[in-house]
């Protein structure tokens, strides 16, 4: 059987359909890249925002119309929190809840009866992730989260926290090295958690991992500002562990962060981003800021607007807030009219994005190693742009012969100049 999946929301969501992708291909089963070259579809959902829901409806309804013979599976936080209507209203074959989604490949094979092959069916050495037309594996470390910030839906989807041994993890990452992958990012609900169920923690899970693989490249994905202990940083003194994190404040107030029951403020926030920048070259950091959240007012907003200013990030992922039921912000008052909310996301794109161009500017003329992504795209001239990343995760493209491939490859670029619209740097790879 062929299989699709599809994932949108977090990185988490990602890391899990790469492992199903996995389990399918060493079960016998083909990973399409396409809904229509599909006879089942896994759609991983998320329900992290009311957009995101939307969204995820969306989606289902794109793939009923993409391949309407195939089955149709859904997962994910939307599946498990509006379980009934993905099975009734959106015609889902098979919907498998958060709790499940480690028995995803056999309940798809049992209930939509798909026949198992041996493993020796499988092309040898088939990585799934390539099958998917991908470089970057992401890798769950761990599920769910043990705090409660009031607008998060979430904890209420994943649950308690859960963490997977050293020894998975680390084997898991020497399996996809041997499959060829370049970059490892680590990912979950929690990610700052990892271990707070097992007497371990990220720091020991990460000297375990730089110890123990040679992946030429590891990341983390987004990691609660509270979670790193003191002299975290100095890891990055292993130049295997890249000089990005993306840090999620969610607002610049004090007074703001204690209604969203963050556990981090301002200051010390500043303090920490200072750490790391003193403590690790080029160390990018970005973040994410919720606009409008119930309550904010013009005072308040004006000192996230002062915080981004003084922090500079190199990107900030902007969320107007919308309202999630079965959490405590819903029921706060001083809900923030819709058009204050789309403002307020203009006067900051408009401010991060001249931090980022300001960002991007500075590499002009350095030479930064950037792992080359996917296969590159045909353009009329017989060229072929390709895209990828510096070590710091800023986004490099790069015209080359079409003779000459640069997918999943490592290499010295040197930055020529700055995309017309501030958010890519333009580079030529050193022969």
């Given at each position: 059987?062929?299989?699709?999946?599809?994932?949108?929301?977090?990185?988490?969501?990602?890391?899990?359909?790469?492992?199903?992708?996995?389990?399918?291909?060493?079960?016998?089963?083909?990973?399409?890249?396409?809904?229509?070259?599909?006879?089942?579809?896994?759609?991983?959902?998320?329900?992290?925002?009311?957009?995101?829901?939307?969204?995820?409806?969306?989606?289902?309804?794109?793939?009923?119309?993409?391949?309407?013979?195939?089955?149709?599976?859904?997962?994910?936080?939307y599946a498990t929190l509006e379980k009934t209507e993905a099975a009734t209203r959106l015609g889902v074959d098979l919907v498998v809840d958060n709790a499940d989604k480690a028995q995803l490949v056999q309940r798809v094979e049992q209930e939509l009866a798909l026949p198992a092959l041996s493993i020796a069916a499988s092309e040898p050495g088939e990585a799934a992730l390539f099958a998917r037309g991908r470089q970057r594996a992401f890798v769950k470390i761990q599920d769910g989260c043990r705090y409660r910030c009031t607008y998060c839906i979430v904890t209420l989807a994943r649950g308690a926290e859960r963490s997977r041994a050293v020894s998975d993890i680390v084997g898991e990452i020497n399996g996809l090295i041997a499959q060829g992958v370049r970059e490892v990012v680590l990912t979950g609900v929690h990610v700052g958690g990892y271990g707070s169920d097992t007497g371990s923690d990220l720091a020991s899970l990460l000297r375990a991992i730089l110890a123990d693989t040679d992946v030429p490249r590891l990341r983390l994905a987004s990691v609660e500002p509270w979670d790193l202990p003191p002299g975290f940083f100095g890891l990055f003194e292993n130049p295997r562990l890249m000089p990005h994190m993306h840090l999620p404040v969610q607002s610049g107030s004090d007074s703001v962060l204690r209604r969203m029951a963050r556990r981090c403020r301002t200051a010390d926030f500043k303090t920490l981003v200072s750490e790391a920048r003193s403590a690790v070259t080029d160390f990018n950091v970005t973040t994410d800021v919720i606009v409008g959240f119930p309550g904010e007012s013009e005072e308040e907003w004006r000192e996230t607007l002062d915080f981004v200013d003084a922090l500079r990030f190199g990107h900030v992922h902007i969320f107007a807030y919308s309202p999630r039921a079965g959490t405590k912000a819903a029921t706060l008052p001083g809900q923030v009219d819709q058009r204050i909310k789309k403002q307020r996301s203009r006067e900051l794109h408009t401010l991060a994005g001249r931090h980022k161009r300001s960002t991007l500017a500075a590499y002009a003329g350095r030479e930064p190693a950037v792992l080359w992504e996917g296969d590159g795209e045909p353009l009329e001239d017989g060229t072929r742009r390709f895209q990828g990343y510096t070590p710091n995760m800023l986004r490099v493209a790069a015209v080359v012969p079409e003779s000459e491939r640069l997918t999943n490859r490592i290499c010295r670029t040197r930055i020529e100049a700055l995309s017309e619209d501030g958010s890519v740097l333009i580079g030529s790879p050193c022969r």
């Open positions: 059987m062929h299989v699709y999946l599809k994932a949108i929301g977090c990185r988490l969501n990602e890391a899990e359909i790469e492992s199903w992708a996995a389990q399918f291909l060493q079960r016998g089963h083909r990973i399409a890249s396409t809904p229509q070259n599909a006879d089942i579809m896994v759609f991983n959902s998320c329900a992290v925002t009311g957009e995101a829901a939307r969204k995820s409806r969306q989606q289902v309804r794109r793939l009923h119309r993409e391949n309407r013979t195939a089955k149709l599976v859904m997962t994910g936080c």
